[in-house]
T-cell receptor, first 113, second 114 residues
Framework: DAMVIQNPRYQVTQFGKPVTLSCSQTLNHNVMYWYQQKSSQAPKLLFHYYDKDFNNEADTPDNFQSRRPNTSFCFLDIRSPGLGDAAMYLCATTSGSSYNEQFFGPGTRLTVL | AQSVTQLGSHVSVSEGALVLLRCNYSSSVPPYLFWYVQYPNQGLQLLLK??????LVKGINGFEAEFKKSETSFHLTKPSAHMSDAAEYFC????????????FGRGTSLIVHP
């Protein structure tokens, strides 16, 4: 089945230790998004790609970076995780038309010790 | 500019009772509207969407929603709640002007009592 895959599902890191989360998709969608979701809150958009064009949200901390080496893969790098970065990180894709829904991966739950 | 308001952060119903989750939107152009469901420790899954065809939209798991332009609403309903419907529900709006960045509501947690 076509889908959005996120690895790992659970990630534990130490305060200040860099971490990379990965996302892959078999839908061949143009657009990939990274969201941060904290408990009982809506997903918060960090950034998105339209093909290789990178778009950063204005309030995304510099501590968060992203790479999209090809259509299928996208990575979220957290350079120096703080306690406040503990959250669920969701990857999503869409075909780039506003009437099309987003397809979400299962998420990576990040714990910072 | 677009925005979404979900009234009620928590809705509690008994099993078998009607489910009604409210969503009001604001959009400067005709909107596209979506309802997503999120189960614990999972990503969001599309329940249904409105894209300017029929105003009454049927989705998965017995849910439906009606687009009412005059009320700027897109409320989600289900005639009879099941225990398995307990989850977080998010309403989202995209505008027909071409933006593919949807705006999400804050979410409503549906609690189903036996």
């Amino acid at each position: 089945d076509a889908m959005v895959i996120q690895n790992p599902r659970y990630q534990v890191t130490q305060f200040g230790k860099p971490v990379t989360l990965s996302c892959s998709q078999t839908l061949n969608h143009n657009v990939m998004y990274w969201y941060q979701q904290k408990s009982s809150q809506a997903p918060k958009l960090l950034f998105h790609y339209y093909d290789k064009d990178f778009n950063n949200e204005a309030d995304t901390p510099d501590n968060f970076q992203s790479r999209r080496p090809n259509t299928s893969f996208c990575f979220l790098d957290i350079r120096s995780p703080g306690l406040g970065d503990a959250a669920m990180y969701l990857c999503a894709t869409t075909s780039g038309s506003s009437y099309n829904e987003q397809f979400f991966g299962p998420g990576t739950r990040l714990t910072v010790l | 500019a677009q925005s979404v308001t979900q009234l009620g952060s928590h809705v509690s119903v008994s099993e078998g009772a009607l489910v009604l989750l409210r969503c009001n939107y604001s959009s400067s152009v005709p909107p596209y509207l979506f309802w997503y469901v999120q189960y614990p420790n999972q990503g969001l899954q599309l329940l249904l969407k409105y894209t300017s065809a029929a105003t009454l939209v049927k989705g998965i798991n017995g849910f439906e929603a009606e687009f009412k332009k005059s009320e700027t609403s897109f409320h989600l309903t289900k005639p009879s709640a099941h225990m398995s419907d307990a989850a977080e529900y998010f309403c989202a709006v995209s505008d027909s002007g071409g933006s593919y960045i949807p705006t999400f509501g804050r979410g409503t947690s549906l609690i189903v009592h036996p």
